[in-house]
């Protein structure tokens, strides 16, 4: 042991471990070796530090006011944690998969890979998003305030549901078919493919109409109060 005024430090050996305590005013550090693996915690005012080796393999914290990280490596694997205020974040590799977590005040993020397969989840306030891949299909969440978003992939299947308030709309495919009802107060359309047949429903207070198409045939009925008119078309013919 070694005084420097108020100062101390320590040097020891046992066998092949080395042990090191220095003080200088609020300043610590330690060094100790065990064979190949080697710590070290230094403290210099609020900031604290850490690094092990076992083999190849190295864990790292420190903290410098609200900071704290950590890097661990297992084999090929790396994990991190880092804490700056309300951030947090997080890596880990699992042979080729990575997942990643990020806070920052209300902000929640979700990476993750396994294979080719991607999914994500963010959060921003009261935003959530998400995306999912699983060979060729794909899925989408969106929530901000009262609105919501989905699409997803399953094939050759999309769905897509939005809601702005009290209105709400809907787009689906199935093969050829594709969907749409879309509500904007109590107005409500709709739109559906199935091949070559297009039908559209129109609600404006009471009034409906009604377009279809089955080759080159069309048809109309539209209401406005207590009119109902029809136009068809067979040909170059037109009904009334």
Do not use: A, N
Request: net charge negative; with cysteine; aromatic share 22%.
């Amino acid at each position: 042991m070694g005084y420097q005024g108020d100062q101390e430090c320590f040097i020891g050996y046992h066998g092949d471990l080395k042990s090191f305590i220095g003080y200088h005013g609020v300043l610590k550090s330690f060094m100790g070796y065990q064979g190949d693996q080697e710590s070290f915690m230094g403290y210099h005012g609020d900031l604290k530090s850490f690094i092990g080796y076992q083999g190849d393999q190295e864990s790292f914290m420190g903290y410098h006011g609200d900071l704290k990280s950590f890097i661990g490596y297992q084999g090929d694997q790396e994990s991190f944690m880092g804490y700056h205020g309300d951030l947090k974040s997080f890596i880990g590799y699992q042979g080729d998969q990575e997942s990643f977590m990020g806070y920052h005040g209300d902000l929640k993020s979700f990476i993750g890979y396994q294979g080719d397969q991607e999914s994500f989840m963010g959060y921003h306030g009261d935003l959530k998003s998400f995306i999912g891949y699983h060979g060729g299909q794909e899925s989408f969440i969106g929530y901000h305030g009262d609105q919501e978003s989905f699409i997803g992939y399953h094939g050759d299947l999309k769905s897509f549901i939005g809601y702005q308030g009290d209105q709400e709309s809907f787009m689906g495919y199935h093969g050829d078919l594709k969907s749409f009802i879309g509500y904007q107060g109590d107005q409500e359309y709709f739109m559906g493919y199935h091949g070559d047949l297009k039908y559209f429903i129109g609600y404006h207070g009471g009034q409906e109409s009604f377009i279809g198409y089955h080759g080159d045939q069309e048809s109309f009925i539209g209401y406005h109060g207590d009119l109902k008119s029809f136009i068809g078309y067979q040909g170059d013919e037109e009904f009334f």
